[in-house]
C-alpha cells in the first residue's frame, strides 16, 4: 500500500511537468530596471557584443528577468530569476550543431508523438546547476562547450485535431524529454486595426 501511494504520488508530478501550458510575457525594459546583482555577473561578457536589450518576462508560474544580445556569431539569452540568481543561458543552434545522436532522438520523439510538426528554433541551454558556481555555467557557455548537461530547447508546431499547437520542449544531452508545454502567444491587452 505505501508504495502505491508513492508511485501515484510520482505518477501526479511527472503529469504536472507535462501538462503546464506556457503564457509567456515578455516586456522591454532599460538597463537601470534591470536588476544589478544580475548585470553584475553578465557586464564582462556584454563587452563587444551587439544589440543587447533587457526583458522583464513572466508567465503562468514566475517572473524572470532576461539579456539578450548577440557576440559573435551567436545570438545570446541569459535569464536571472526575480532574485537576481542566474537560471540559465542559452544561444540559438540549428540542427547541423547538435551531436548526431542527440538529433536522432529528438526526431525519433518528435516523429512518434507530433507526426506532422516542423521545428521553428533551437537553442543550446547551460542551466545553472546546485555545485557548481555561476562563473563556471558562464564560462561552459561562452565556449560553447558540449558538456553531458547541456539541454536543447526547441520550439515547434505540430497539427493537431484543431489546426496547429506551437510546442516548447526541453530535452537533455542524450535527446531525451525533460519537459513539454504547449505554447501560446502573448496576450495583447489592445486591439490592434
Known sequence: M???VIILAILAMAQTV?????????SRIEQEQFP?????????????????????ETDSTKKSYEVKFKKGR?????????????????????????PNATWDAIQHYLAKNHSNHRVKKIQQQYPARKGQ?????????FQNLILPDVNYELIFSAKEKNGFQEYEALFNADGNL?????????SYDHVLY
Not at 525533460?178 to 502573448?186: D, V
Open 178 to 186: 525533460i519537459a513539454i508545454r504547449k505554447s501560446f502567444p502573448p
Open 36 to 56: 544589478s546583482k544580475s548585470y553584475g555577473l553578465i557586464q564582462e561578457h556584454l563587452q563587444n557584443a551587439k544589440r543587447v536589450r533587457f526583458y522583464q
Open 2 to 4: 505505501k508504495y502505491k
Open 18 to 26: 507535462f501538462a503546464q501550458n506556457k503564457y509567456e510575457r515578455e
Open 74 to 98: 551567436l545570438h545570446y539569452s541569459v535569464e536571472f530569476n526575480e532574485q537576481g540568481f542566474l537560471e540559465d543561458v542559452e544561444f540559438k543552434v540549428k540542427e547541423r550543431d547538435l
Open 133 to 141: 558556481s555561476v562563473e563556471k555555467t558562464l564560462y561552459n557557455a
